[in-house]
Every structure is written in C-alpha cells, then in structure tokens.
C-alpha cells in the first residue's frame, strides 16, 4: 500500500528482523517500541505525525486535528501524555492511530470508532503491528486458519470482533489500546443519551465539522451520490472541483449527481462500470485486509482517473448520523413491509442484522446444512457472541445494532482504498459528531433529523431530490416504489444507485473466470461468490499457492497450517 504505519514493542533492531526501515518515510524508536511510517502526507497540516526525543516517541497516522491547531501534533501529544497519561487522547479529533512511549510505558491507540483498523502477532520474542494485515502475516512464517471467521467472512460478509483468517493473527480491539503483552478496551465509545435540539446542535457540529476539514491542500474531489449523505460535503466545504459517480451514462443517479455538482460549481465525471468492476486482483483485495469483502470499493479505478489531490466521501454518515443500524417499526402491506418513524416495540437485533443489514445471502443455509446441523442457529450464534461483547455500551436495547454496525462495518474497505490513493477526509470521525450519536436517543437519529440540519447548511441542498425519494415523506416514497415495481402502471420502477450485480456478472460471464472449476457454485448469489474470490486471492497473495478450494470456502474445513510466502504485496 501506498501508506502504511508498522511498528514493534522492541528496539530497532527487533524492528529489522521483520522489516527493512527504508520501506519507510520515517522510523521512530525507542527501547520499548519502533515505528515506521509510510505517508505522503506525513507532517501536512492536519495529516499524519512523527515526533521522537532522548526519553520517548510519538506518530500520530492518519487524519488528526488538535484543538489550537498545533503545527506539530506528535510532539504536542507526547508532552500532554506525560502529564495526563491517557486522558490527553481526549483533545485528539479525527481518523487516527497513535503510537506512543512516554517513557514510561508503550502503547498503540485506536480513535474512539476504531476508523483504522490495527492488526497484530507475537512473533520472535516481540510484538509487531501495522495497518496493512498482509505486512503483518508475514512477521510469522506460518499461519494457521481461523473456520469460524472464514465462515463469518463468507456468510456474514465480514470477521466479527476482533479476530481475523488467522488465529495468530488478531485486531486491536474496538475503542481500545494494545500493550507489549496485552490489549484494552476503553469507555469512550459509550451511548448516554440526553436533551438538546438535535437537528439544530447536529447542524452547528456539521459545520466546524466541515470547516476543519476544508483548508486541506490541492485540487479537491468528491465522490458523490445521488443520495442526501455525499452532498452535505458540498453544501460545506465551497473549492469542491470536481465529482465523481459510479453508474451508467443514462442512469438516473448520475443525472441527479450531474445536476448537484453543477448546483455548487463543481465539474462531474462518470465511472463507468465494465467487466472490471468485479475483476478483484490482489491490488483491490489488499484493502479488505481479509476481513471484509471488496465488493463495497465500488470506485475502484478512480485513481486512474480523477485529476485531484483531496477526495472527500459520505461514508458512515448512514450509520452514525441517521438510522441504518437504528430498528425502526414496520408494517405490513401486499407481502411488503413499510418502515415506519418510530421504533420497533419489541427489538430483535438479530433479526434486524441477518434481514437487513449485514451480507446474508439466502442460500447460505443450505450451503451450510451439509456442513453443520443448524446452519441458522451457527450463525445466530456468532451475532449473539458479539452483541453481548457490545452490551456493555449501550442503556438501550435500541442501540445494539448501532454499536454492532459501527464496531463491523463490512464496508471499511471502500474508505482504505480512498486514503491509499488521495489526501482523504472522514468526516464522521470528527469528535463532535460521535459526540453527538452516542448523546442522541436512537430514536431522534433519523433521516428527518438529519436532512433539517443540513438544510440549516444550505436551505437549498434538497433542490435535486435522490430519485428513488421523489417525496419528502418517507412513507409515501415507500409506498411509490412499492406500486412502481408490483402495479401494472405506466411508470418504470426506480433506478437502483448501484449498478445491476447480477447483469454485470453474467455479461462478462465471470463464473468461467472467477469460478471455473466449481460449477456447484454457479447458482449462487454474486455477492457470495465474490467473497470466495476475494479469499482465493487473499489466500494466494499471501501463501503464493491455492490454499483453499472454493467449496472448502464455503465450508470451512478445520483449521490447518499456511506456510505464508516471501513478499508479494508491493506497496
């Protein structure tokens, strides 16, 4: 990858028998912990930072504000943990990790939504750890296969928790830290809902957000949706120049996209979508770390394409700042059900996550009924073993599948593959904003909500409604869609944002490509199918052989042992 944070608890040399420190920007080091960074951006304001003297080291990775804008952000925080210990991470902002040795004691934080993930192996008498999981598989010379997680991978779309494919192999925790021998979980991320005007303090809170975040230098891009989430950041930060959608050329969500850059001054281009789009080689794969599937980088390409040094995205506002992880009540209608404003009465989140929300793909169970004797109630297992890891954050039952989401985003790959490539922002990582979805009830955390702040932004940002949402009221929006796709009226159904999967897969007749020898496989869900090419790849780039076939993908056998290869991932 193109920017990499990799460190040992151990001194420099510990550091060189796993890695060679000109792989590296910048090594920091200490007795106890060596750190190297990998970051065009490093020492940019608001970027990525690196601070060492006699008695300690701090590198802050990523995307990091302080509250006086400090020109030297390591180096500020290394003097505030000296004097405060952990309690100075409060007056950090942003998408970040930190590496740090106050002299004292070494340690590996996590922001409080855990935006970057951290990975982790003891190997040779030291600890090693770094942000791209194939660098750190390799600190050991063998692996050895997780079943449960490949099969969370497969049927649920993404490895649960903390874990990843290999046993040795773990994730720093959720909100947490990692020590020399040891990890944490911290209380930072918990829901402790109050009153306030929520629409009004979410739209004061958008705009610092979006202040901080509009002075980042270079040519700035967008990719932009027709939706409400990617325009907000058009409606807040004003040297936006170009965007850019994924669809095709005659769809309506890249009309409405075209209609909302030319409503900010901005220029608009299209990603159109080919056999490539799910053609997944291990320079895509790479940013699923092989924990979640690589279907959600659905802008892969842009690279080559857009002309900009900064891209800003929407990702997560969904989650955080309005209602998909949040069980709203609904009722039935034509064999249809229609969401409704108020909260589900009685709260099932298992249901609501395996129905809705996570890549449950429906012939999952009987894939697996040959392989377990209740595929439905394995897999139910594995989501009550987390929601009761999550239990401890919430006061409501209600917020259980925000804080399960939040914690296993599946789609964490779409925002790793921006940051490799561009100067990237994450807006929902601003502290204020979390700050503002654990203190709003879930019930105020909705699209309604959401869309009154915004127009305090702008009172002209819904100008250009998402097509598929024609109508201000949700339920009537449902209710149209419902008649356009079941009535025999004179109206088409509603364009879907994203391109048709299962179209673009059979045009390009990618089972003889993808899964040439496993015709057992060929009825089954494109997205599934995917997901055993993406493990495929992993796998190979990883062990440079074929360690698993697709049907022992699929049902994972027991675990066995990976010889893992010499260096085939290049950054």
């Not at 003297?53 to 500020?76: K, L, M, S």
């Not at 497969?154 to 947490?176: A, K, M, N």
């Not at 900009?308 to 209608?333: C, N, P, T």
């Amino acid at each position: 990858m193109n920017k990499e944070l990799f460190g040992v608890f151990g001194g420099a040399d510990a550091f060189g028998v796993v890695r060679e420190e000109a792989s590296f920007d910048r090594i920091c080091s200490t007795e106890s912990l060596t750190v190297g960074i990998r970051d065009p951006d490093l020492g940019d304001p608001h970027r990525s930072s690196a601070h060492e003297d006699p008695t300690g080291c701090c590198v802050i990775w990523g995307e990091v504000y302080t509250p006086d804008g400090v020109a030297r952000p390591a180096r500020w925080l290394l003097e505030r943990y000296r004097e405060e210990g952990r309690a100075a991470l409060s007056a950090l902002n942003g998408s970040y990790l930190v590496a740090i040795d106050d002299g004292s004691e070494a340690a590996v934080y996590t922001d409080p939504i855990r935006s970057w993930e951290c990975f982790y192996t003891d190997a040779g008498g030291s600890r090693a750890f770094g942000t791209d999981a194939s660098r750190v598989c390799r600190a050991r010379p063998e692996l050895s296969f997780d079943p449960d997680s490949l099969l969370e991978l497969t049927h649920l779309s993404v490895v649960l928790d903390d874990r990843t494919l290999f046993e040795e192999v773990s994730r720093i925790p959720f909100d947490g830290v990692l020590g020399p021998t040891s990890t944490e979980q911290l209380d930072r991320f918990v829901y402790r809902p109050q009153e306030f005007d929520y629409a009004g303090e979410l739209a004061a809170r958008l705009e610092r957000a979006l202040s901080r975040r509009a002075d980042l230098q270079g040519r700035k891009g967008l990719l932009l949706g027709a939706g409400y989430d990617s325009r907000t950041l058009l409606a807040g930060i004003p040297d936006i120049e170009c965007c850019y959608t994924v669809g095709g050329e005659d769809s309506a969500e890249i009309r409405v996209a075209k209609q909302l850059a030319d409503q900010y001054g901005a220029t608009h281009r299209t990603l159109g979508v080919d056999g490539s789009y799910f053609v997944t080689d291990i320079d895509t794969v790479r940013y699923t770390n092989g924990i979640g599937e690589s279907i959600h980088i659905h802008q892969r390409g842009i690279e080559q394409l857009a002309d900009v040094d900064v891209m800003y995205h929407g990702w997560a506002i969904d989650s955080l700042l309005k209602e998909f992880f949040v069980q709203k009540k609904r009722v039935g209608a034509f064999g249809k059900s229609v969401k409704l404003s108020g909260l589900a009465e009685e709260p099932d989140a298992i249901d609501f996550l395996t129905d809705r929300k996570l890549g449950l793909m429906p012939e999952s169970p009987t894939l697996l009924a040959e392989y377990v004797d209740d595929p439905d109630a394995v897999l139910e297992e594995r989501l009550e073993r987390e929601l009761d890891r999550c239990r401890g954050r919430v006061q409501r039952a209600y917020d259980l599948p925000s804080v399960f989401g939040i914690k296993n985003l599946p789609s964490k790959s779409f925002r790793i593959h921006l940051a490799d490539q561009f100067t990237e922002s994450f807006l929902c990582a601003d502290s204020e904003l979390i700050d503002w979805h654990l203190t709003t009830p879930p019930e105020y955390r909705s699209t309604e909500t959401f869309l009154a702040a915004i127009q305090q932004l702008d009172p002209n940002v819904l100008r250009y409604r998402p097509p598929d949402r024609p109508r201000t009221s949700s339920i009537l929006n449902q209710i149209e869609g419902f008649c356009r796709r079941n009535l025999p009226l004179p109206l088409s159904p509603f364009d879907n944002p994203w391109p048709d999967r299962r179209s673009v897969y059979e045009e390009y007749d990618l089972d003889r490509s993808l899964l040439p020898d496993s015709p057992e496989l060929h009825p089954c869900s494109v997205r599934l199918k995917l997901r055993v090419h993406d493990v495929e790849t992993w796998l190979s780039a990883l062990a440079d052989q074929s360690a698993l076939s697709p049907e022992e993908i699929v049902r994972p056998p027991d675990s066995r042992r990976l010889a893992v290869a010499e260096e085939t991932v290049t950054h």
